[in-house]
């Protein structure tokens, strides 16, 4: 390989984004893997989760809020840090720009950032109930890997982005331009989520 000019892809060091607080009010799974989509539950149950991307500033820390019913990225934030602050403003985001007329379900891991008392008390001023999936089971937020699968396999690239300006304008283009608007899902009937929510207010 060396003579040929080759060289092997490996998996860069993983970065723990999930940090469990053992002394955290135990809340319950309220979704029990049922990501199942449902134009009438639109804005009725949401579930997120936190990544990490590379740049050579660093890790730059994405967390998302994602409606199960339509698939469709309501709410997301970007910092160089995992304090609560990012997730809280992710579901702020998520709660201002859908407006949700009726009880919302906020479904996650059972992250340090999500069973914080700070994010529950946002919830609640916010009206929204929390749901945890079990420890160490990534198939209770099924929903949520699937997209940060999605956004690494279609978005990264082989090297880490110059700066994390440059990597949040990236996830812009990706989430606001391409995954909301034009990217077909499967379980949508080959639909992209805002189709499939205007289909459904029509």
Known sequence: MRAAGLQGRHRRRRQQTTIVDPAATVRPDLIGRDFQPAPAAV???????????PTQEGWLYLAVVIDIASRRVVGWATAD??????????LNAAYHQRHPVRPVIFHSDRGCQYTSGSFA??????????????????????????????????????????????A???????????????????????????????AYTA
């Open 168 to 198: 949040r304008s990236a996830i812009f283009e990706f989430i606001e331009g391409w995954y909301n608007l034009h990217r077909l899902h499967s379980s949508l009937g080959y639909r992209s989520p805002a189709a499939y929510e205007a």
């Open 81 to 90: 840090h995992l304090r609560t602050e990012l997730v809280a403003e992710a």
């Open 43 to 53: 804005d009725t149950r949401w579930c997120g989760d936190i990544t990490y991307l």
């Open 121 to 166: 008390e946002l919830a609640d001023r916010l009206g929204v109930r929390l749901s945890v999936g079990r420890k160490g089971q990534c198939w209770d937020n099924a929903l949520a890997e699937s997209f940060f699968a999605t956004l690494k396999g279609e978005l990264l690239s082989d090297r880490p982005w110059p700066s994390r300006t440059a």
